[in-house]
């Protein structure tokens, strides 16, 4: 195991009701910024339920935070915080809210010109105090310092992070994804998956804890997200095991003391920068093709895979590793995904531009096993 | 699974040489009382890189606080910590340093008997800020907000907490372990141990995350436990692992949305009260016979673990749980404890002494399903 240093203060407020406490975790004279983004959360009663527990607070509304979040967008919100000399931001929404919010946070304070925050990792000093209501189970953005914020003029998107940036507080109350379209259910569920593997599926360096958090994690959403899947009538158990999946899926903890990766996360989000497909989707996308590509590398942790999330146990090495990848992609397709990237109309060109990128940024994810030159190769493999 | 509120704002530094970035987490004008306990940190090293760590510090030293530390020797250091005006508690030791510590820190600005915050629960307010440099892994109080305190005077040992009381920091260096007799580290692996059975073998609230969390704990320590043993070499990444997995054991994490029991540790608690028994030995005595007398209300967890965690799979549910609970306790014999009463010189007379101290109270752990009149039957079936 590697040294690390471990800190995540944020408070969750976990189950169904919980919307209501909110007014414990806020000073009672703060002047609140609620942000959200297209307004579903004025039809499914989330929006009500926030509002009738910040009775009595001083608030202002910022709507219309767009999936993968605009700079231009989060910016006009800037100009609102500091005009209106706002104390606190209240995120409701999903993963997009929460990123976007975090980065209003973040600029509020900057001095120059915020992108810096992302293009450059321009340092962080002071941010505006945040929590949130948590209405998708997907990005884990709830119980984390970061998040991904997309400059829509130059189709750049890039993350950010800071532990000045964690919410204060994060409600998980299932029941605010009941009335989520099942693309979005699909999307978070195929997002955590992801997350986990991130994180475990790199090379082995002796952390057993780690390793079978992130396994129960990902058998846990192997089991759940069909069952989500398969009824119209959504199940509060079966809810409130995807959203802590996803939550414990990326608060840090499964990536302590461990060889962290983040090339899929890298080449997807280029795939969304410059084709507008959804996060989860580049991510089932790419990383069947990446695990291909590194099936001698990672064989160790491929083959722990294979086993321990996949049961399979016959069948030469060779035949364990290529099982498991086809059994996750199918799996990504099972709930619902399009994993190639013809599926998406897009083809060889843009190949050609996102890898003319890396190569001008010159590397990929955390680890040198996937190189700049391998990204056309992965992406060619899932044409 | 239950609504829960998590919080742990507990920064851990993991890792060979950690002791030397302490520093970073002390305000510079702190006057720091170090705490500690029968001196083994003078001969291991341990003093020294805390000492290096502090140049620059004023520091008073409070030596001495005894294993099951005791109400009257904390209450002395809460005089110098009053006297001298100290700011920084620094704990360095194992779980009875760590948790005497806590109770100093909230005893200080206690009004009235501080005995109250053990005996009445009594409200705590403030607390005097504390971090810690571990040196050996059982208890998980590195990162959790309680503590256990006894008072010698009256043979009574209770629990107390307050989120006021987690450590600012926790410095988890496996290599501060390597210099315990065999005897602590032992008692470490059983205490973890028991500390997740507590939380995990209960009943089932479809908590699939929690679960498979506390069976990865339990697998790790079965798998690292016995090597750490083994041989008179300590390995490094075997101490890593068995370090942070007895801090996941009890930072609250498993415990989340579940039913937690705790009556192992009560019942423990009076033994060691009486009989001075070491409080992980405790566990291995009373956790047998808890689960025998369980077996058939706590079925569904206890064939779950009989499956899971010691791949039991033949033979039917009655033998599945028999064969998972002498497993278990074969498993403590197998470390170096005995699991009998009768093999520390405990007989009836001290069972009717326990059982009725119990009577008095009036509950045993925080489920119904162990009942007072149950305490006699329980210590009886491990004479």
């Given at each position: 195991m590697e040294n690390f240093d471990f800190y995540n203060p944020v408070n969750i407020l976990f189950?169904?009701?919980?919307?209501?406490?909110?007014n414990k975790h806020i000073s009672k004279d703060a002047k609140i910024l609620m942000t959200y983004g297209g307004g579903s959360i004025k039809k499914n009663g989330v929006y009500d339920q926030v509002v009738d527990a910040l009775k009595g607070y001083e608030i202002i509304e910022f709507g219309g935070i767009e999936p993968n979040p605009h700079f231009e967008t989060l910016m006009k919100a800037v100009e609102i915080v500091k005009s209106e000399k706002i104390d606190f931001l209240l995120a409701v929404g999903g993963g997009s809210v929460l990123d976007g919010t975090k980065f209003i946070a973040a600029a509020?304070?900057?001095?120059?010109?915020?992108?810096d925050i992302l293009a450059k990792r321009a340092p962080i000093t002071k941010a505006v105090e945040l929590g949130a209501v948590l209405t998708?189970?997907?990005?884990?953005s709830e119980m984390n310092n970061g998040g991904v914020v997309t400059k829509a003029a130059t189709k750049e998107k890039k993350a950010f992070g800071n532990?000045?940036?964690?919410?204060?507080f994060s409600v998980l109350d299932p029941?605010?994804?009941?009335?989520?379209p099942k693309r979005q259910v699909t999307n978070g569920i195929v997002d955590a998956y992801v997350h986990v593997m991130e994180q475990y599926?790199?090379?082995?360096?002796?952390?057993p804890v780690q390793d079978r958090f992130a396994e129960g994690i990902l058998l846990t959403l192997l089991e759940e997200g069909p069952k989500a899947l398969a009824s119209d009538t959504p199940d509060y158990e079966n809810r409130a095991n995807l959203m802590w999946a996803a939550t414990m899926a990326l608060n840090g903890l499964i990536g302590m003391g461990v060889k962290s990766d983040w090339a899929t996360h890298m080449i997807g989000h280029e795939l969304t920068a410059f084709h507008g497909i959804d996060h989860a989707v580049t991510l089932a996308i790419v990383l069947p093709g990446l695990l291909t590509q590194l099936k001698e590398k990672r064989s160790e942790k491929l083959l722990q895979y294979a086993e321990?999330?996949?049961?399979?146990?016959?069948?030469s090495d060779e035949e364990k590793k290529a099982l498991a990848i086809d059994k996750t992609e199918a799996f990504f397709n099972q709930v619902g995904?399009?994993?190639?990237?013809s599926e998406h109309n897009v083809g060889q060109d843009s190949i050609d531009v996102i890898a003319s990128r890396f190569e001008e940024r010159g590397?990929?994810?955390?680890?040198?096993?996937?190189?700049?030159?391998d990204v056309a190769e992965i992406l060619v493999s899932r044409l």
């Open positions: 189950g169904k009701g919980k919307i209501a406490e909110i509020t304070y900057f001095e120059g010109d915020a992108w998708l189970a997907a990005t884990g532990p000045l940036l964690f919410p204060k029941e605010t994804t009941y009335s989520l599926l790199t090379y082995p360096v002796n952390s321990r999330v996949w049961n399979i146990t016959e069948g995904i399009k994993t190639r990237l590397f990929v994810g955390m680890l040198p096993d996937v190189e700049v030159k």
